[in-house]
T-cell receptor, first 114, second 119 residues
Framework: AQKVTQAQTEISVVEKEDVTLDCVYE???????LFWYKQPPSGELVFLIR??????QNEISGRYSWNFQKSTSSFNFTITASQVVDSAVYFC???????????FGTGTRLKVLA | DVKVTQSSRYLVKRTGEKVFLECVQD?????MFWYRQDPGLGLRLIYF???????EKGDIPEGYSVSREKKERFSLILESTSTNQTSMYLC??????????????????FGEGSRLTVL
């Protein structure tokens, strides 16, 4: 079975706090891609990052960083020094290579309070 | 920039009415998708199209049909709406061809969504 679990339904933090959004996936495929998307209140999902299964290097982009660990089947997303503009629903997704099928998690709503 | 445009942001319909949701993308993407988004359920795929006039059922195709007569346009049709179709509908496109042995790494580009309420 292929599945993406985002156990945190909603997280609230105060501005400038660091926050980590968890993503755990299940797949039997050896080649796959993992994604994070952000959905602000406007509704449009925005692509944040793609990672393939052979690249376990962590990535940092400004205040955002991603930790991919195949050993625990996790692809966690950390926002450092959170800002109000980070308030959104964040989705983690899995896509096996060679297919069109994207498996989305149920999303984590992040509220950053001023 | 890629733009995916959905025809209606908000719709209110009565049970049994027909709904036609249109999606247009301007980057010549081969693949287009219709998802519905519900609280606690994430995004679920309704239909997928990988070329003009080609379509495949997703996870929840019942009660829906689609049309892709032109590459840039993918329409979702609800022939006779029911209250359980009240939802947010999201269109997406993807730039990479599908096929055996062809890697698809493309991220999805989404429209702003169409929120449908069926009374």
């Amino acid at each position: 079975a292929q599945k993406v679990t985002q156990a945190q339904t909603e997280i609230s933090v105060v501005e400038k706090e660091d926050v980590t959004l968890d993503c755990v996936y299940e797949t039997r495929d050896t080649t796959y891609y993992l994604f994070w998307y952000k959905q602000p209140p406007s509704g449009e999902l925005v692509f944040l990052i793609r990672r393939n299964s052979f690249d376990e290097q962590n990535e940092i982009s400004g205040r955002y960083s991603w930790n991919f660990q195949k050993s625990t089947s996790s692809f966690n997303f950390t926002i450092t020094a959170s800002q109000v503009v980070d308030s959104a629903v964040y989705f983690c997704a899995l896509k096996p290579s060679g297919t069109y099928k994207y498996i989305f998690g149920t999303g984590t709503r992040l509220k950053v309070l001023a | 920039d890629v733009k995916v445009t959905q025809s209606s942001r908000y719709l209110v319909k009565r049970t049994g009415e027909k709904v036609f949701l249109e999606c247009v993308q301007d980057m010549d993407h081969e693949n287009m998708f219709w998802y519905r988004q519900d609280p606690g359920l994430g995004l679920r795929l309704i239909y997928f199209s990988y070329d003009v006039k080609m379509k495949e059922k997703g996870d929840i195709p019942e009660g829906y049909s689609v049309s892709r007569e032109k590459k840039e346009r993918f329409s979702l049709i609800l022939e006779s709406t029911s209250t359980n179709q009240t939802s947010m509908y999201l269109c997406a496109s993807s730039p990479t061809k599908q096929g055996v042995g062809v890697q698809n790494t493309g991220e999805l580009f989404f429209g702003e969504g169409s929120r449908l309420t069926v009374l």
